[in-house]
């Protein structure tokens, strides 16, 4: 108890001066994706706060959020095995400050979103913990015809119990900065290029392997049709370096690589009401230790967008295309996905989201042995959402989500079922 005091009284004193001494610069949340109409990839979908023009923002929120399985195990002799009883469910309350700010000056446009929340565990108090938000970004303009984009985002918060189902507070930080631009040298065709700088770190010592850093660096065309939809070509170069060993049969490993893509982006008016997106092409990782987990193939997704009336919208993906095991682990999985969500605006101020995602994972091109901490069986993803959002008054908002997440493992027993009801609401000033 007197932990969790001094963790308040810490929350409504030192946060505050971060807040207000951060930069005005800009921000753009990270969990919202630029071409969605209706997240697919977020459940439930995420409450971003998007400031007036020329505004500063102020908000504030509250959640309780109940969880049938928090830890993600696979039933209630796993609970006792564990030694926390046979209760696998708890509750969970969240306090959310934060700041969003939107300026313009001249052509330059620059945002931002700060936030910090208080969270807090009914039974499974060890997992405390505050989460930190940042991002900001200034999209710089030089002339009618040169533009881009200077920015940093900062995360702080609780690893998912996806592939980590143990009971303690493994803390995941991730900062990333970067700088794009491009040129419109002709009203059909543009250049651009960007470089991304970017962290992640664990507090738990036992994930520390996963500690990494990456540097980006990205060129491509593109060719802009008088019909609005863009044809272009990306390429794409990531160095990953991995400072702490992961330990492989009682051997250090060093899991650093290189990766190269060579990807076709196109982003199709296919009707007024309609818009498909599509990236993919081939992609190459060469790891500096384990040439056994090298990876060589076609990764691509296409996803769609679909308006058939002012109310309704309508987000479809579906995906094939490697990627990490919620950076637990180097090791990576060959993904196969769906996804699909729908919002109806039933009226002025309600609105319903459904949100459906499938996705099987496929390590066997990466497993080059039983490597500590790895994930050693394919499993295969299901989540759902459903979600009301009620908006009394322009500022106040109340949401109200029902979830269920499932994993089922090929070939022998485990996995896990979570049942979530979560009721959340914000006030934006």
């Not at 303690?168 to 970067?178: M, V």
């Not at 990627?323 to 009226?347: C, E, P, Q, R």
């Not at 459904?354 to 989540?383: H, I």
Request: hydrophobic share 35%.
């Amino acid at each position: 108890m007197n932990r969790r005091l001094k963790r308040r009284g810490e929350f409504f004193r030192l946060p505050w001066k971060t807040i207000f001494l951060i930069p005005i610069c800009s921000c753009v949340p990270g969990l919202v994706a630029a071409n969605d109409l209706v997240p697919t990839d977020v459940m439930p979908p995420p409450d971003v706060v998007v400031p007036q023009p020329d505004s500063f923002t102020p908000y504030a929120g509250y959640g309780v959020n109940y969880d049938s399985n928090l830890l993600g195990l696979r039933n209630a002799a796993a609970a006792e095995a564990m030694g926390i009883g046979s209760n696998l469910s708890d509750y969970t309350r969240r306090l959310q400050v934060g700041l969003a700010v939107d300026k313009s000056i001249s052509q330059q446009h620059l945002t931002a979103n700060v936030n910090l929340a208080n969270v807090e565990y009914e039974r499974f108090q060890q997992l405390d913990h505050m989460d930190k938000n940042l991002a900001a970004n200034w999209n710089w303009h030089a002339g009618p015809h040169v533009e881009g984009n200077v920015g940093v985002t900062y995360s702080q918060g609780l690893t998912p119990f996806i592939d980590f189902h143990l009971l303690e507070r493994n803390i995941r930080s991730q900062e990333t900065a970067y700088v794009d631009g491009s040129w419109l040298f002709h009203p059909s065709w543009r250049v651009h290029a960007g470089l991304v700088h970017s962290k992640l770190w664990y507090d738990l010592a036992s994930q520390q392997p996963g500690n990494n850093s990456q540097n980006q660096t990205e060129v491509g065309l593109d060719y802009l049709a008088a019909t609005g939809s863009t044809i272009g070509v990306q390429l794409r170069h990531t160095r990953a370096d991995f400072p702490n060993p992961e330990l492989d049969t009682g051997a250090p490993v060093f899991n650093g690589y290189n990766q190269d893509e060579v990807k076709a982006k196109i982003d199709w008016l296919l009707t007024g009401k309609t818009k498909l997106h599509f990236l993919g092409g081939w992609v190459s990782r060469k790891q500096d230790a384990f040439s056994v987990r090298d990876f060589s193939g076609v990764n691509s997704r296409l996803s769609a967008d679909w308006s058939p009336t002012g109310k309704i919208d309508v987000t479809a993906a579906i995906w094939r295309e490697i990627g990490a095991v919620d950076d637990l682990s180097t090791v990576y999985s060959l993904n196969h996905g769906a996804s699909i969500a729908s919002a109806w605006k039933y009226s002025e101020k309600i609105r319903l989201v459904a949100q459906y995602k499938y996705q099987k994972r496929d390590f066997s091109e990466s497993l080059a042995s039983t490597a500590l901490g790895s994930p050693n069986q394919n499993d295969v993803l299901r989540n759902q959402a459903l979600s009301v959002i009620y908006n009394p008054t322009l500022h106040w908002q109340i949401q109200l989500s029902g979830t269920r997440s499932t994993q089922t493992l090929n070939g022998s027993p485990g996995g896990f079922v979570n049942n979530g009801v979560m009721l959340n609401t914000r006030y934006a000033y």
